[in-house]
């Protein structure tokens, strides 16, 4: 059997080595392979904790491209050799092993952060996200930090808790007052058949606790009012209306515009959904697209117009698409913008929305909320 000096030998044969100064961070996978007592001394950003007996399986789940970008390191840059030759050796193409490992890396005054705030199961279940460069460690952070409230624990309120939960945003608000029925369960995915009768906030923080048990959820089981508005999102950053009536609508776009928060609005109708993020006087809100409570007879629910099971599934999960993109502050957001998406034809289509100057809600301060048949 060759000594562990033979084998070293071997590898740094077979492996190409990267420099300290010239690894990109935001390249390929950075692989860990150190002890958990050396990676809480601290870790390059971006990495990923692999142990040295996982290896080949580990990355294999991380990542089923052969030729992406693999750099592994450890203390001085041995270990790092030894793991890079198994995966050249288990057919990956694109392996490097850090010269000199974290101990040059540091000496050279690169910069390192700390494992304290990301453990390492967390790294693990978030790997995919902490590999992007336009998320990263610093970015996985910052969702666990969110607090996202979801008003509407139906159609729309489903899919977003469900992907927001599993993105790893660290509190997530559920509000609704009413009941899970038999009905419900043809596009209302939070829920089962057992839920049936029981409570949708209550019935979506069980299932948003077996998506990620590290989210902290909380289940607002109220009618969402003048009276209460303001202070059940005033624990929140953003505001996720999948609500599917006009007037908590409204109610949720006025409170925002007291507290500064963005919202994240999306509506289905039959085979139709819209999608669009209004930030208070900034953009347009949603009194400027909707000047007046439409009367009833014009605005039929779910119940009288029927919709497609699967487009409260799209829609709800470009509401979090757009959530994740405001917390994280990346991409465009669609801000001042309106998207129509229609089913039938899988077709989508993006206006601009123009501030109204005359509109109640954001053309000058706020009007306080008013209680009463405006909102409910």
């Known amino acids: 059997m060759d000594t562990y000096q033979q084998q070293l030998d071997a590898a740094r044969a077979q492996v190409e080595e990267v420099a300290p100064e010239e690894l990109n961070l935001s390249e390929g996978l950075i692989i860990d392979v150190r002890t958990p007592a050396e990676i809480a001394l601290g870790v390059l950003p971006n990495a990923i904790s692999v142990p040295m007996a996982r290896v080949a399986d580990d990355v294999e789940a991380l ?6 970008r693999i750099t592994f390191y450890c203390a001085v840059g041995e270990r790092s050799l030894l793991a890079a030759a198994q995966l050249l050796d288990a057919g990956f ?46 970015g996985q952070q910052k969702l666990i930090d969110a607090r996202v409230l979801i008003v509407g624990a139906g159609g729309l309120g489903s899919p977003a808790a469900l992907y927001l939960a599993a993105a790893g945003v660290g509190n997530i608000g559920l509000v609704d007052h009413d009941v899970v029925e038999l009905s419900n369960l043809q596009r209302q995915i939070l829920h089962g058949v057992t839920d049936i009768g029981r409570s949708k906030v209550v019935s979506g923080a069980a299932r948003v606790h077996e998506i990620n048990p590290s989210v902290s959820t909380q289940a607002h089981e109220v009618l969402l009012d003048a009276d209460n508005a303001i202070d059940v999102l005033s624990d929140y950053d953003l505001a996720i209306d999948a609500t599917d009536n006009f007037a908590t609508r409204y109610l949720i776009n006025d409170a925002s515009m007291h507290l500064g928060m963005p919202v994240v609005h999306g509506s ?13 006087h900034e953009t347009a809100c949603y009194r400027c697209v909707f000047p007046e409570l439409p009367p009833p007879d014009l605005t039929p629910n779910c119940t009288e117009a029927g919709v497609f099971g699967v487009l409260p599934g799209v829609v709800g999960t470009m509401q979090a698409t757009e959530a994740l993109k405001l917390l994280l502050g990346i991409g465009e957001p669609l801000l001042g913008r309106l998207l129509t998406y229609d089913a039938l034809n899988q077709t989508t289509t993006t206006v601009r929305l123009q501030r109204r100057t005359d509109c109640v809600a954001c053309s000058g301060p706020p009007p306080p909320l008013q209680s009463g048949s405006e909102y409910c």
């Open 63 to 68: 990542t089923g491209q052969r030729d992406d």
């Open 268 to 280: 289905v109708f039959r085979f139709e959904g819209q999608l669009a993020v209004f930030k208070p």
């Open 93 to 138: 193409t694109n392996v490097t092993s850090l010269s000199g490992g974290i101990k040059e890396w540091m000496a050279l005054g690169l910069p390192t952060v700390s494992d304290s705030d990301l453990s390492d199961v967390t790294r693990r279940r978030y790997a995919r996200h902490i590999v992007l460069p336009q998320v990263g460690l610093e």
